[in-house]
């Protein structure tokens, strides 16, 4: 089973490399003056927005999810080696899926998870110095299953996933109770993150309707955060990256390994992203005259990684979708492998980079006018924005190259 995320071809393409180049650098570079010139103050602020009176059932939804659960391992377990929809209600519905579920409706899976049945008694605080650092090890361990072990689709590859995810998510509960999952399920941690570009944010516990920035602006630096947001925007560069001829030959020739070889790609990947952006900030931080600002920086990476995984993950979902409700009902029906156009595939790609990027400007700029003196506000901000400028260039070479 091959699990392309891009569009296929460069003639699939609407326009050519070039004017997707031009195009984005317009964007980015007129959002830049036009913040400068225009936004002096900070405008965003996560304590706004007005309470929800929906109250959903989360009680019977994480029942349900359970309940799918054990039919995704009964799949499993008893499926058969071909045709078996698990690989797809996993890869597919899930780990897609949740992208467009939580850009729609906020944190789904913190609703959704099965691990809140279990009852929230904790026997010992939750460290502060944790963090983000279990969901960024947990995203990454997923990562590689999906984009470097030998058989990522393979049943025995996915239960052995699942039970440490399961054994990690059950053991954290029971020491650490709810609290526990916030930061340390790498998919509610996951789900949270693009959820605060979400109408829908929470709130003193209680769900609210915002301003998608001032939900943004909500994301709490914390220890790890920069790891896992660096995690998603290296290992989905890395997927554009691996079907590139030449990397395709490394490792079926290299002296590492296909395994070996990927793990370096993938690890070097989010390496580089996160030596870019910490070398950027402290780099800031000398002009604007500001400490300690990396942590503080790291809400305007989110924008960027969403447009990432839309941009990777959006035909996979529209056309693989289909084979995992196909497969997991038993339908008479054949996978419409162009369910929208090449073209229309193809302009949602571009233009998601683009927007993520714009949109992580202009919550840079935010918070670069808040925390920074305003004779060198916008200075500051120039590394960054030159970083942000170089991520845009470099995800539309390797959606280009896809």
Known sequence: MIFAHGVGSRSDLPIPLFYAYAGAFAALVISFLALGLLWADSRFDADRGRALRIRPPLRALRWLTLAGLVYTLGWLILGPADDNAAPYLIYVLFWVGLVPLSLLFGPVWRALSPFRLLPDRPRAPLPARLGYWPAAIGLLAFTWMELVAPEPAAPGTLLAFLLLYGTAQVTGVLRYGHAWLQRGDPFEAYSTLIGHLSPVGRRDGALVLRNPFDNLDAIAPAPGLVATVCVLLGSTGYDGFSTAPAWVDALQSGPLGRVGLGTAGLLAAITL?????????????????????????????????????????????????????????????????????PGVIATVQVLAIIAGHVLGVVAAHDRSVRLLPADRAVAGQIPLFVLMLCYTLGGLTLLFAA
């Open 273 to 341: 992203v996160a030596l870019l952006y910490g070398a950027c900030l402290r780099l800031a931080g000398l002009i604007g005259g500001a400490r300690d600002l990396t942590p503080r920086f790291a809400h305007s990476l989110v924008p960027i990684a969403i447009g990432y995984l839309v941009a990777h993950y959006f035909s996979l979902l529209v056309i693989e979708g289909q084979r995992a409700v196909i497969l997991a009902l038993g339908l008479d029906a054949q996978v419409n492998q162009e369910p929208v156009s």
